[in-house]
């Protein structure tokens, strides 16, 4: 995955979170319909991905775990280390990418 595509991918996403905190119809617009309201934002979910948002609380703090690798199939760390890369974006956000860049990832 290029930086440059997962810079992008994060700078929308960044800015759509920003747009939903101070808009609660939008917030509650992408808790209910994320892939739609994340096409309306540039980011196209891909095909047979279900996307789930939730809001973390004053009680309640969501944490995600990646995917386990298909059989064969290198990690996103193991692909850091054999191609030298260093660029980290973070579960979630790394999440976010894989879903709205199917072309770059797989």
């Not at 747009?19 to 309201?37: C, M």
Request: proline content about 4%; charged content about 25%; aromatic content about 2%.
């Amino acid at each position: 995955m290029s930086n440059a595509l997962a810079q992008d991918a994060l700078n929308k996403w960044s800015g759509l979170i920003e747009q939903a905190l101070s808009d609660e119809t939008l917030k509650r617009r992408l808790i209910e319909h994320p892939a739609v309201v994340l096409a309306e934002h540039g980011l196209e979910v891909r095909p047979g991905l279900e996307v789930r948002v939730v809001e973390n609380t004053d009680k309640v703090a969501y944490l995600t775990l990646p995917a386990k690798a298909a059989q064969g199939e290198l990690s996103m760390d193991q692909l850091d280390r054999v191609t030298g890369g260093s660029f980290d974006i973070g579960n979630i956000v790394g999440s976010v990418v894989k879903a709205v860049l199917p072309a770059v990832i797989d």
